[in-house]
């Protein structure tokens, strides 16, 4: 949003000595322009309707790259990928078990990225403190140095960002953002399950467990990695209606462990 504002004062800026060649009004946003005159002839906009026209080219201009299998959505990851100072520089190699659990899923996480393909997921469970996003980044970030595209991110900030597009004027659209979410090699949702989950009034269903299981659902046969708190039953319930149909396409092409042991946050 900011970027985009920006953009358009300076466009302001550099016609503010042209001669003003009269006005016209926008009736859909209520709002009164001047027509500039150019060398390529007289030009205008309201600034909404410029704002619109942005939107719809980022949205054509993300179709192409798709076609043409770009890696378009890394600035996208970097821009919207928040780690914790504690695991940006994790890697598997400086995870240290600390539970015969945590041995095992450190050995299924390397294999995970030996044999990645692309298509099988990983789902890693257990109480605070086990590892899961050390073991989660440290996988991203493997799979990244192997030329692929991959983004750690946690449920609830896919929440914020798909909230974020609702606001008047915002640049970003929540098909831009699923559109990602369907086309990188590899989703690391961590966190699983920490989201706020509105009950069901009703017939109403919680508008966060709906995009979540359409999360799920574009990334079905796709490679995901999740990691969560929660017991596969007790992700079910809080998901309620979503519940069943979010554990199926979880748990499909999937290998799961859930970590024991002490947290090793008490432990320091």
Same mark, same amino acid.
């Given at each position: 949003?900011? &970027?985009?504002?920006?953009?358009?004062?300076?466009?302001?800026?550099?016609?503010?000595?042209?001669?003003?060649?009269?006005?016209?009004? %926008?009736?859909?946003?209520?709002?009164? /322009?001047?027509?500039?005159? +150019?060398?390529?002839?007289?030009?205008?906009?309201?600034?909404? %309707?410029?704002?619109?026209?942005?939107?719809?080219? *980022?949205? &054509?201009?993300?179709? @192409?790259? @798709?076609?043409?299998?770009?890696?378009?959505?890394?600035?996208?990851?970097?821009?919207?990928?928040? !780690?914790?100072? *504690?695991?940006?520089?994790?890697?598997?190699?400086?995870?240290?078990? +600390?539970?015969?659990?945590? =041995?095992? &899923?450190?050995?299924?996480?390397?294999?995970?990225?030996?044999?990645?393909?692309? =298509?099988?997921?990983?789902?890693?469970?257990?109480?605070?403190?086990?590892?899961?996003?050390?073991?989660?980044?440290?996988?991203?970030?493997?799979?990244?140095?192997?030329?692929?595209?991959?983004?750690? !991110?946690?449920?609830?900030?896919?929440?914020?960002?798909?909230?974020?597009?609702?606001?008047?004027?915002?640049?970003?659209?929540? *098909?831009?953002?699923?559109?990602? @979410?369907?086309?990188?090699?590899? #989703?690391? #949702?961590?966190?699983?399950?920490?989201?706020?989950?509105?009950?069901?009034?009703?017939?109403? =269903?919680?508008?966060?467990?709906?995009?979540?299981?359409? !999360?799920?659902?574009?990334?079905?046969?796709?490679?995901?990695? %999740? +990691?969560?708190? /929660?017991?596969?039953?007790?992700?079910?319930?809080? /998901?309620?209606?979503?519940?069943?149909?979010?554990?199926?396409? #979880?748990?499909?092409? &999937? *290998?799961?462990?859930?970590?024991?042991?002490?947290?090793?946050?008490? +432990?320091?």
């Amino acid at each position: 949003m900011q &970027a985009e504002n920006n953009s358009f004062e300076i466009i302001k800026n550099l016609l503010k000595n042209q001669k003003v060649a009269g006005q016209e009004y %926008c009736e859909k946003h209520n709002e009164t /322009y001047d027509l500039i005159e +150019t060398p390529g002839g007289i030009v205008g906009s309201c600034s909404i %309707c410029w704002r619109e026209g942005i939107k719809k080219e *980022d949205k &054509a201009m993300a179709e @192409i790259a @798709i076609e043409s299998k770009g890696a378009w959505q890394t600035p996208f990851i970097m821009k919207n990928e928040h !780690v914790s100072d *504690d695991l940006k520089d994790a890697k598997l190699n400086t995870y240290k078990p +600390t539970d015969k659990t945590q =041995e095992q &899923a450190k050995k299924l996480a390397i294999q995970y990225i030996k044999q990645f393909n692309g =298509e099988r997921s990983l789902i890693i469970s257990g109480g605070s403190g086990r590892g899961k996003s050390h073991i989660g980044i440290s996988i991203a970030n493997a799979i990244r140095q192997m030329g692929y595209t991959a983004w750690f !991110v946690k449920s609830r900030d896919i929440l914020k960002l798909i909230q974020s597009t609702y606001e008047d004027g915002s640049a970003l659209t929540e *098909d831009y953002i699923m559109k990602v @979410i369907e086309t990188i090699d590899l #989703l690391v #949702l961590d966190d699983l399950g920490a989201e706020y989950i509105k009950p069901i009034q009703g017939d109403s =269903e919680s508008w966060a467990s709906d995009i979540l299981y359409n !999360v799920f659902e574009l990334r079905l046969n796709k490679a995901t990695v %999740c +990691t969560t708190n /929660y017991s596969m039953s007790a992700l079910e319930q809080k /998901y309620s209606r979503n519940g069943e149909r979010i554990n199926s396409r #979880l748990l499909y092409k &999937a *290998d799961t462990i859930r970590l024991q042991g002490e947290d090793y946050r008490l +432990t320091i």
